[in-house]
């Protein structure tokens, strides 16, 4: 089926013949032109799509998204419905610098379901978005065939390759050697030093990116990623994922670059996002309830914005881990304006390595500012922590609000350059507030309203200025 093109106006006066006097019967501008995207849009309807909760819709969905993205791009529009477009498998995105695909939809009444049990199709996203997976289970991504650059230091736009074969357009992975561990074997290569982007150009053997390098790289690998998106978006949608399914989030996979998340809420399911590789995306306006995570981008992970995100927990199901996490060497993240709030909901004893969220094993420089956390049986409330191999260094906490009643701990540093400032850490019960561990030097906590004193186990740290907070409500004191 050939998928509608949205006319110009010009177009449409040429084609009516009309003037001045058809101004009233114009057609409306369509985003697709107000934004300058892909010329064709598609109703997931006209491909068979019936959203009454019984028939199956997954094919149509794909041959909706295959049909925009081999038309050079546009629109998939998913209409309201009464019921819900029922998915039993994952919807695997289309989309790329020459062919962008939005999948839009009308809101609340926008509602994709997977209905896929465990036993049907152990891993069934709503959205896959990409291979990048981690792991050795079956659903891994395919090993890349990486290969040695020559020196390169940061901010420099281009790479020079000793072997490969690239192309304008091509999605890359670039990484050091050095790699990143935390425990077990992968099929997926973790470097403690990671960037994706696209080649722009190719010119007597060097590369042309489109972002300049992020950080040194002396001794470096590259390769072609094939089973990545970008410059597509997913957008005003509401989508439900099986919570038998324990393992894995609405949206997974991984390899997006310039991808936009935006207005979706996810009513039901295991996690929101747990998926590894996101660079210069955007998350905005997500609001999920969920059994186990709600957002986590760990691996390959950089340069993204999550914002406005509203996190919650299904009660009577006692699975949730943690709920606002970059991990595993995801760097310059930034996290703002997120609300997470699992008070009285969440079983006992949850938390007690990793707590409501934070930045955790090896990640740099990474920003959260003005989040809500609150819970009131978790051990822990937000974390900085050092794990594996390759210590956290630089992130910041500024201007949370963080509260873990009962909890061991409130806030916890460990690594390097941390700063945890003007933020309230709330934890009355709890037997510290914030904790700068003995495995942490040169961070600052400072500024901070406290219930307790800052406690300061590690070395040439800063404390200072921190307002110790009665529990009865009275006004805070240095």
């Avoid at 379901?113 to 465990?118: P, S």
């Avoid at 099929?187 to 590369?207: K, M, R």
């Avoid at 509203?310 to 991990?327: D, H, I």
Wanted: hydrophobic share 35%; glycine share 14%; with cysteine.
């Amino acid at each position: 089926m050939t998928a509608r093109r949205e006319i110009s106006r010009q177009e449409f006066l040429k084609i009516t013949g009309g003037g001045a006097a058809m101004g009233a019967t114009l057609l409306p501008v369509t985003a697709s032109c107000q934004s300058g995207g892909g010329r064709e849009t598609a109703l997931i309807t006209d491909f068979g799509a019936r959203g009454n909760g019984r028939h199956d819709d997954t094919e149509a969905i794909l041959k909706a998204i295959d049909e925009i993205y081999d038309a050079g791009g546009g629109i998939v529009k998913v209409p309201a419905t009464d019921a819900f477009y029922k998915t039993t498998c994952a919807i695997d995105l289309r989309s790329d610098v020459h062919h962008p695909v939005r999948i839009v939809g009308e809101g609340g009444k926008s509602f994709i379901k997977n209905t896929a049990t465990r036993t049907e199709h152990e891993f069934a996203p709503v959205f896959r978005a990409g291979l990048l997976v981690a792991g050795t289970s079956p659903h891994s991504g395919p090993g890349q065939d990486f290969h040695p650059i020559a020196p390169a230091e940061k901010g420099s736009e281009g790479i020079k390759p000793k072997s490969g074969r690239y192309r304008p357009g091509d999605m890359l992975l670039i990484g050091s050697r050095e790699r990143y561990h935390h425990g077990g074997a992968s099929e997926v290569w973790h470097p403690a030093f990671p960037q994706i982007t696209l080649v722009e150009g190719v010119d007597d053997g060097e590369i042309k990116l489109a972002d300049p390098l992020l950080d040194d790289h002396p001794d470096s690998l590259v390769a072609v990623f094939k089973y990545g998106v970008s410059h597509g978006s997913v957008e005003n949608l509401r989508f439900e994922h099986q919570v038998e399914h324990k393992r894995f989030a609405a949206v997974a996979g991984g390899g997006c670059y310039r991808m936009k998340f935006m207005d979706l809420s996810m009513t039901r399911g295991v996690s929101v996002f747990s998926a590894n590789g996101y660079a210069r995306c955007l998350l905005d306006r997500i609001n999920g309830t969920v059994v186990r995570k709600g957002i986590e981008l760990a691996q390959w992970s950089h340069s993204t914005t999550v914002r406005n995100v509203t996190l919650r927990v299904l009660g009577g199901v006692p699975q949730t881990e943690m709920m606002l996490f970059a991990a595993e060497a995801a760097h310059r993240m930034v996290y703002e304006e997120c609300d997470v709030d699992v008070r009285g909901k969440a079983p006992d004893g949850l938390g007690a390595i990793f707590g409501i969220g934070g930045f955790l094993g090896g990640t740099r420089h990474n920003v959260m500012r003005r989040c809500s956390l609150r819970a009131d049986k978790y051990d822990r409330g937000l974390s900085l922590v050092h794990v594996g191999d390759k210590p956290s260094v630089g992130n910041r906490i500024v201007d949370c609000e963080v509260i873990a009643h009962g909890a061991k701990q409130v806030i916890g540093v460990a690594g390097t350059k941390h700063v945890v400032t003007h933020n309230r850490a709330d934890g009355r019960g709890a037997e510290h507030s914030i904790v700068l561990g003995g495995n942490s030097s040169g961070c600052g906590a400072t500024h901070n309203v406290v219930p307790h004193a800052v406690k300061d186990f590690g070395e040439n740290n800063t404390v200072e200025g921190n307002a110790i907070e009665d529990g009865a409500g009275a006004g805070p004191r240095v």
